[in-house]
């Protein structure tokens, strides 16, 4: 896996040391409230797990698993719930967590499906969200990382269902992404 890589955005140090800071941020907006998180699977796991171990607040977890790539490195816009039943989430705090804001797509949806449910609240936390101009006029709450708009993976983020174990984050050698872009 070494060999495909083109360079390390975020070493796992980098990371950590940025959701000490988030989970730090959350912790005070949320002092005295249950926090209803809701993660979006698959890219989320390792995200997911991290931030919230350095939450020390009332919270219940959900995931949600939703597919709007199909193999390639372009989103295709529609986005499938996998899972039919949303969480009720009634009169509740809700947390999205996901692991990247790139086009908006997946989380636009979520949160306008969410928004039916009539939570109390609802904000948006991503580890990473692309500097760009985006198909939905979305905005996270909290962010981790703001990146160029170029294709990364690791911690938990995949290209083609791989390289979700890499414990840093990184962009990965052109010529295998051009390859498979075929
Ligand atoms: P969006 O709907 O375009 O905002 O993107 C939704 C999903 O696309 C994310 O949750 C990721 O699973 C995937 N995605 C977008 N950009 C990247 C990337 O740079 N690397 C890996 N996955 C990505
Ligand atoms: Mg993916």
Redesign the pocket.
């Known amino acids: 896996m070494r060999g495909d890589i083109e360079r390390v955005l975020f070493d796992g140090q980098a990371i950590h040391k940025r959701l000490e800071e988030m989970a730090a941020q959350i912790t005070t907006d949320y002092a005295d409230r249950e926090l209803a998180v809701i993660a ?1 699977l698959t ?2 796991l390792m995200f997911m797990s991290d931030l919230l171990r350095r939450i020390p607040l009332p919270l219940k977890l959900n995931c949600l698993s939703v597919a ?2 199909h193999g390639k ?1 372009e ?1 295709s816009g529609e ?1 499938l719930f996998k899972e039919l039943s949303v969480p009720d989430v009634a009169g509740q705090d809700v947390l999205i967590l ?11 949806a979520v949160r306008e499906k969410l928004e039916t449910a009539k939570p109390r609240s609802i904000r948006v936390c991503v580890l ?1 969200s ?1 500097r760009k101009q ?3 006029n979305l905005d996270a709450d909290y962010i981790g990382f703001e990146i160029d708009d ?4 690791g911690y938990g ?3 083609m269902e791989r390289y979700r174990n890499l414990p840093y984050l990184c962009v990965l050698k052109k010529e295998l992404m051009d390859q498979s872009n075929q």
């Not at 996901?98 to 636009?108: E, V």
């Not at 170029?150 to 993976?153: D, I, K, L, T, Y």
């Open positions: 979006i890219g989320t709007s790539y490195t989103t986005v996901d692991d990247i804001l790139d086009t908006g797509h997946t989380l636009a990473l692309k985006r198909a939905r170029e294709f990364v993976v983020l995949d290209f």
